[in-house]
């Protein structure tokens, strides 16, 4: 059975360049989401979120396979972040960011079948952060992105790099900083780790 590896068939959206930002147009997407608050190095509830996403990403992959013989791999995590007051995004203080961790999900999976899996996880798997799962379509539109290779602490200068295209090209941004975190930090050195980095923008 061949399997599909959507961040192909997407490779405008799930590749980037390290050396120069480049404009996408960020279709309408489901993801399974989870929201939170507090330094994702340190908080529970954001490893638990985690946990509870890919676990319920993997049941909705095997229901798929079963129920339509149709195999993917499984989307990458990715993750938006905010802080209440836009001016104090502070890469040293991130005790105060708010986060929504998610993983995108193909166009089979209804809100029917995602209710069904949840289900069925929660009787296998005692996941908190389940209940605060969600399916939700996020569209973000016109934005702009780029590669960061590195540590994710070492993420300030390319973000910098990013907001300067933005203001050199009469955008502002629209939306929440948002990454894709292309490489497992269990597996990969720091100064390998692959992130895109992408924001949301309006013109004028």
Do not use: C
């Not at 229901?63 to 195999?71: A, P």
């Not at 961790?101 to 079948?113: D, G, K, L, N, S």
């Not at 399916?135 to 907001?163: F, K, W």
Request: glycine letters at 6%.
């Amino acid at each position: 059975m061949p399997k599909t590896d959507f961040k192909r068939e997407m490779k405008h959206l799930y590749r980037a360049s390290a050396r120069r930002v480049s404009v996408v147009e960020v279709p309408p997407l489901n993801f399974l989401m989870i929201d939170g608050r507090g330094d994702p190095n340190t908080s529970p509830e954001y490893a638990e979120a985690i946990e509870a996403l890919y676990a319920v990403a993997y049941a909705l992959k095997f229901r798929i396979k079963r129920g339509r013989g149709v195999d993917y791999v499984v989307m990458p995590l990715e993750g938006l972040w905010w802080t209440d007051d836009p001016a104090h995004f502070d890469m040293d203080n991130r005790e105060v960011w708010n986060w929504t961790a998610m993983i995108m999900q193909p166009e089979y999976v209804t809100e029917e079948m995602y209710e069904e899996v949840v289900a069925e996880v929660r009787k296998k798997k005692a996941l908190g952060a389940l209940d605060r799962m969600r399916l939700e379509t996020h569209h973000e539109g016109l934005s702009v992105q780029v590669l960061h290779v590195g540590p994710y602490a070492a993420e300030g200068p390319t973000i910098a790099r990013l907001h300067a295209y933005i203001r050199e090209q009469g955008y502002r941004p629209s939306g929440k900083h948002h990454e894709i975190y292309l490489s497992d930090p269990r597996r990969t050195a720091p100064e390998r780790l692959k992130t895109i980095l992408r924001q949301p923008v309006r013109v004028g």
